[in-house]
């Protein structure tokens, strides 16, 4: 069996937590590196990271690290892959890059002279080339270059890993379905032990992945065009095998809540609980978070809060102690974890966080905290 190296890429702050579910696949050679963990094993694989991963954004083959200088050195090693044992001349390509090197400044230039090495390899050695398709392209090559080290890989996810396919209805500000099962990873929350409450659920995205994790059921559910289908290689009856060996999902020992203040949140919420087949396990209410009641004697809440960006900060401020003075007169026996960029206004919690954990939520640098809600004080704990 040939074995590969893969690159998964992740959201900042993540990067443990894939590494993580990177091997219980079994994969070898695991290394973490910035916002991706590398990895190698075989193509079978490459195709279950692409249906088990939580916290991928996309999974890389890697095809060739090399050297470069300057853009015609760049272009000659590009020139030497092997793009035709890949795809042939009925694709059509498209090329990402992503540049940090004071050589190469210009990172869309760096995308159109691989885009020129591919077709011209295709032009001497076929006679003919593929096409070039930014917007729907059946292959996607990424190149990398860091200071004067280039990665050349293809892109075997094609539309990126958080876009399940759940979420039609969407609230103003979504939470990315990968950042959201990291939240989930990085709480440690274990459904066999406790629920798990979104008391603000915007689009419902924190309680559907909580759902689907306590169900054991993979991203790779929920079927998608992957980009690796269109490649010389494709082994579709392994692929097969691969998901038809995936477990298969289970009824967990304890529920997911959501509510929102906004109708139109949980309305939006309910019809992607609907598309991802879990209504008989989530049903969202509409509550004021202040005015609720714990649904367990004990769990964990996760909260994405609004950040202020409409709300002055004397309101925000006030809005974050309210959710304080909720969370320590009603909620005792419950740890709490908060997303939230707004740090000034996180201090108005008024409770000792645990826990710090850096991550980005979009281009949002975000802390999020853990608290433990204790009775009276930390010496009576009420868990």
């Known amino acids: 069996m040939s074995k590969y190296t893969f690159i998964a890429t992740t959201l900042y702050g993540l990067e ?18 910035n916002r991706a963990v590398a990895f190698s094993g075989g193509i079978s694989l490459m195709y279950k990271s692409n249906l088990c991963l939580r916290t991928a954004l996309r999974v890389l083959l890697h095809l060739k690290s090399f050297i ?12 030497k892959i092997e793009w035709e044992e890949y795809f042939d001349v009925k694709s059509s390509i498209a090329v990402t890059s992503v540049v940090n090197s004071p050589l190469f400044r210009h990172s ?14 295709f032009r001497r050695n076929i006679g003919n080339r593929p096409s070039v398709d930014i917007q729907q392209p059946d292959v996607i090559i990424n190149i990398h270059i860091d200071n004067k080290k280039a990665d050349v890989s293809l892109d075997s996810s094609g539309t990126p890993l958080f876009k399940r396919g759940y979420r039609t209805d969407s609230h103003h500000a979504p939470l990315n379905e990968v950042l959201a099962a990291g939240l989930i990873k990085l709480a440690d929350w274990n459904s066999n032990e406790k629920c798990l409450y979104d ?6 995205t924190i309680a559907i992945e909580a759902a689907l ?6 991203p790779g559910f929920f079927e998608r065009p992957y980009a690796f289908f269109n490649w010389k290689n494709y082994d579709e009856k392994l692929f097969n095998v ?7 999902a289970i009824t967990p020992s304890n529920p997911v809540y959501a509510s929102d203040i906004s109708p139109e949140s949980v309305d939006k919420t309910r019809r992607n609980v609907l598309n991802a087949g879990l209504s008989e396990f989530i049903k969202p209410v509409t509550i004021d978070f202040m005015k609720s009641v714990p649904p367990e ?9 609004p950040y202020g960006e409409r709300i002055s900060d ?8 309210n959710i304080g003075d909720t969370l320590k007169t009603k909620y005792t026996g419950y740890e709490a974890w908060i997303i939230s960029p707004n740090v000034s206004a996180l201090k108005f919690i008024g409770l000792h966080p645990e826990k710090k954990i850096n991550v980005i939520n979009g281009n949002l640098k975000c802390r999020y905290l853990k608290y433990y809600l204790y009775e009276g004080s930390k010496k009576k704990k009420n868990v």
Not at 16 to 21: G, M, P, Q, T, V
Not at 23 to 31: C, H, N, Q, S
Not at 199 to 204: I, N, Q, R, V
Not at 242 to 248: A, G, H, M, R, T
């Open 314 to 321: 004397k309101d925000i401020n006030q809005f974050y102690k």
């Open 242 to 248: 691969v998901k038809k060996k995936l477990p298969e």
């Open 16 to 33: 443990n937590i894939l590494a993580s579910e990177i091997a219980e696949t079994g994969a070898e050679d695991i290394k973490i590196l």
């Open 68 to 79: 470069t200088n300057n853009e015609d050195q760049l272009y000659n090693e590009l020139l």
């Open 199 to 204: 008391p603000m659920c915007g689009s419902g």
């Open 108 to 121: 869309g230039y760096i995308a159109r002279r691989c885009k020129d090495a591919i077709v011209d390899r």
């Open 213 to 218: 994790i306590a169900r054991n059921i993979y």
């Open 297 to 305: 004697f004990n769990g964990v809440i996760i909260m994405n809060p």
